[in-house]
């Protein structure tokens, strides 16, 4: 009778914490908050618009590919000043950056936290001074299974010194944590039941 009295305190306990830190998204990946919205506009004024098929627009993407790939912490260290602007708006499915030298710090960090992680790059698209760059993260599987493979695309925006201004990334970062997080999964398929 104890044991069931403490495992309903604990389910009491667990469900008023999930209810108190995820009542409130500390993060919106897709929406049209005041800080987006700033960060569009301001780029829309600061961006560059190289002819299409030219080397300068050619060299701006590769920049960004560079700096993923590979996605290893020396890498990170060197190519991400030079693809990304000192001050510019990055917006993922985890996190907002507006200054390089975070995003350099946080992005070194996930990169020896996750050694083995590769970026697969399409080929861009473009409308006028918007670029958008489909990729493939392959996360390497944990059991010696297959790689796991996520798809994302990334809109771009570039200065005149062809460095990223605005990143917002697309991505389904779900996929990525029903498989690295079992409770995620539960809690998604609650969810999906709701609807």
């Known amino acids: 009778m104890k044991a069931v009295f403490a495992l309903l305190i604990l389910l009491v306990g667990l469900s008023a914490w999930l209810h108190r830190f995820g009542g409130t998204p500390r ?28 080397d300068e627009e050619t060299a701006f993407v590769k920049k960004v590919m560079n700096a993923f790939h590979p996605f290893s912490y020396g890498n990170v260290t060197l190519k991400f000043p030079e693809a990304y602007a000192e001050s510019f708006y990055f917006r993922d499915a985890f996190h907002v950056f507006t200054d390089r030298d975070t995003m350099v710090a946080y992005m070194q960090r996930t990169a020896q936290q996750s050694p083995g992680v590769t970026f697969e790059f399409e080929a861009p698209g473009r409308n006028g001074i918007d670029f958008y760059l489909p990729w493939v993260m392959v996360l390497p599987a944990r059991d010696g299974g297959d790689p796991q493979r996520s798809v994302g695309v990334s809109r771009l925006r570039f200065n005149e010194d062809g460095q990223v201004i605005f990143h917002q990334d697309y991505w389904d970062s779900a996929d990525v944590l029903v498989r690295r997080v079992p409770v995620a999964n539960g809690l998604i398929e609650l969810v999906r039941r709701r609807f």
């Open 27 to 54: 993060h919106d990946a897709t929406g049209t908050d005041a800080l987006y919205l700033e960060h569009l506009a301001r780029s829309a004024e600061l961006a560059v618009n190289p002819p299409p098929g030219s």
